[in-house]
């Protein structure tokens, strides 16, 4: 028999929120640990004005930050089928449900098509806060499809990646998604078109270890991690102490794996310079083409 008894329960862990914009009318910037006023920070692109820490935004925000007016936005209705029937601590239906209410959207990406700049532009915007911003099978289909119309319509292509890598709850399906990107990819290489991939805070796992990195031009946000296993996984593997500022964009950048570093409120200017710099500019205008018809079966 113990001489002691556990009455009190352990203290439960408190979820540290990463560097999201939270409501308020002040909010307390990660960087500096000055106190910024909540108008200040979004009229700056939420950068914060004092020591440019860049907070996360979402994918809606993104995209209006990139073009230049209205945008159109395609396959808005796919959503999983959740293929695998996938339970974790959770059913992934509920899951999917909870996500859905949660950000107003069917899945972890936003394509549309719009001009930056002038150029006629497809950009596909991943959403971090739905499920991780993970690729499943929605979220590669969706970005196919936003290539394949960069293609159709001679538009240049954009993906602005924000990611935690495949998503665990479609398992293979989620994997063949970085080979059917890949491939979609390698067809507007052959049509002459430019692809630019942006990568911001969080660029991880398969969405690394495929398109984020296949950019005519792979451009990061500043201190963005970008890698594909976390630092811990790695330290482990090699047991070795990883270098300071390791899988930042900085270090990533010396190491020849990024071709710039560029601040948020100048991204717009980089991208749309690149753009026209590779001619993308004078690709002819062909009629948009349709959304190709919803028949929600996402096998591939
Ligand atoms: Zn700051």
Redesign the pocket.
């Known amino acids: 028999m113990a001489w002691f008894k556990k009455t009190r329960r352990p203290i439960a862990k408190t979820k540290v929120k990463a560097s999201r914009v939270p409501e308020g009318l002040w909010v307390k910037?990660p960087?500096?640990a000055?106190a910024?006023y909540n108008k200040d920070l979004a009229s700056n692109l939420n950068v914060?004005p004092?020591?440019a820490?860049h907070f996360r935004v979402n994918a809606t925000e993104r995209l209006r930050m990139l073009f230049d007016g209205e945008w159109v936005e395609h396959d808005a209705g796919l959503a999983s089928t959740d293929p695998l029937n996938f339970t974790d601590t959770k059913t992934y239906k509920s899951r999917l449900k909870a996500m859905r209410e949660a950000t107003g959207l069917k899945d972890a990406v936003i394509v549309a098509s719009g001009e930056i700049d002038g150029t006629p532009t497809v950009v596909a915007s991943m959403e971090y806060e739905f499920i991780g911003g993970s690729m499943g099978v929605v979220v590669g289909e969706k970005i196919a499809r936003g290539i394949e119309r960069a293609i159709a319509e001679r538009r240049a292509m954009l993906i602005v990646c924000c990611s935690g890598g495949a998503r665990m709850m479609e398992g293979a399906l989620s994997l063949m998604q970085m080979a059917k990107i890949c491939g979609a990819l390698a067809r507007l290489d052959r049509a002459g078109l430019p692809y630019i991939s942006v990568l911001t805070d969080p660029t991880t796992g398969g969405v690394t270890a495929s398109f984020a990195m296949l950019g005519d031009l792979n451009v990061a946000e500043p201190k963005a991690l970008i890698g594909f296993a976390g630092p811990r996984v790695i330290e482990q593997a090699i047991r070795t102490k990883l270098p300071e500022g390791f899988q930042r964009s900085e270090f990533l950048l010396e190491k020849g794996m990024l071709d710039l570093v560029v601040d948020r409120r100048e991204m717009k200017a980089a991208v749309a310079n690149a753009f026209r710099f590779m001619n993308a500019h004078i690709a002819p205008a062909v009629a948009p083409v349709a959304d190709a018809p919803l028949t929600n079966q996402m096998t591939d």
């Open positions: 910037c960087g500096c000055q910024i914060c004092k020591c820490h």
